[in-house]
């Protein structure tokens, strides 16, 4: 059967096309990062018909869909909408088998899901989703403020010595201590650098409240920069395992679910 996840981030929409068969054999026929944008039910139907195309298959071969991430409520065209707890823990094991927590850091919040070795099923979870700190927004912010590309930032990391401390928490203070501290004519990649260690302290906080269990899984679209794997690597002293495409695990768990229902 085909199925297909889509996950409508704040920032980022994914749909995803799995061939399953009867034993939950599966191949991803294709996927689709695109931007979420302000329309979430646009994104919804314009990456479905994206990866329809991509899997050069049309709708009506499409067997079920189940929409997750934040938007989900808005794929009216999906047969079912599951949590993005789920889908991601789903969307994970099936690629790294053994994670027992996964790290997930989007766009508007950061998420640590504890995995059941056996069940392979979310047994808890912690989310902050009540400010941008700590998540790819304020990267977003920062990287803005700095007029340095996100992409950068990863290779900045690795080059740079030195990191400035950023005392601010808070988006909107760690922005004007930026603009201070440029002013001050601190180096951009010493700012870059503290900023990256700043978000993954907030990280490493929220793990060791739930509880560090290995293999931890990182995933989002913040795992595509490799400063702050890089950061949270060094911190928590773990290697840590990243999808070939971090940002597309909640649909893939979602595309699998959707065999299921
Ligand atoms: N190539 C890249 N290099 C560095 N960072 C990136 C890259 N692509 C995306 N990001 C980061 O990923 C973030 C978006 O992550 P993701 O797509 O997982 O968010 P989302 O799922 O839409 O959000 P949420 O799950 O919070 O609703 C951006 O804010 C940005 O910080
Ligand atoms: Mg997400």
Redesign the pocket.
Known sequence: MYTCGI????????ALILDIDENKNYKILSYI?NK?GSNSKTAALESFNNALAGAKINKDEIDSIVAT??GRVNVEFANKNIT?ITCHASGVTLIFPDTATII???????KIIKIDKITKKPIDFLMN?KCAAG???F??VM?KTLEIN??N??EIFLNTKDKVDITSTCTVFAESEIVSLIGQGIPKERIIKGLIYSIADRIISMVSRIGLEKPVCL???????SGISNAIEEKLAVKLCIPFE??IT?ALGAAYLASKI
């Open positions: 996950d409508i981030g704040s920032v980022s929409t994914e990062v979420t991430g934040y993005e997930d850091i989007g766009g508007q919040d950061s989703d998540t790819g927004k990267l977003e990287a996100l992409e930032f990863g995933t989002g679209g913040v795992a595509k920069n971090p940002q909640g």
